[in-house]
């Protein structure tokens, strides 16, 4: 298995796991959308809240150039720490959300 592969599987069982987790309040739903061909891997919620609309995007990630590059993290602890315990080494991982020139302070890769 190469390591595009291995980090599509990676990916697709912690955002399924996320994704199982109920709402506790409202009529809200989790929507994991997964293109494999593209690499994107999006979870995010939808529905109402009493009488107050949800949707958005709670996680945005992609596979760059060998590299898994998170857009959009909104995750409770944040998806990075499971990814490095499921494997993948900091040095794979962009934190895209946070802006080029000061991704050399994370411990993560830089792109």
Known sequence: MDRVEQYRDILQQILEAHHRIPYSHGQIESKLIIDSDRNNFVLMNAGW?????????????????????????????????????????KD????????????????????
């Open 49 to 89: 809240d009493g009488k107050r609309r949800i949707h958005g995007c709670v996680v945005h990630v992609e596979i760059i150039n060998g590299k898994i590059w998170i857009h959009r993290d909104g995750i409770e602890d944040g998806i990075t720490d499971e990814l490095v315990a499921a494997g993948v080494s």
């Open 92 to 111: 794979k991982i962009v934190l895209a959300f946070h802006p080029p020139y000061l991704r050399h302070h994370t411990g993560y890769a830089v792109a």
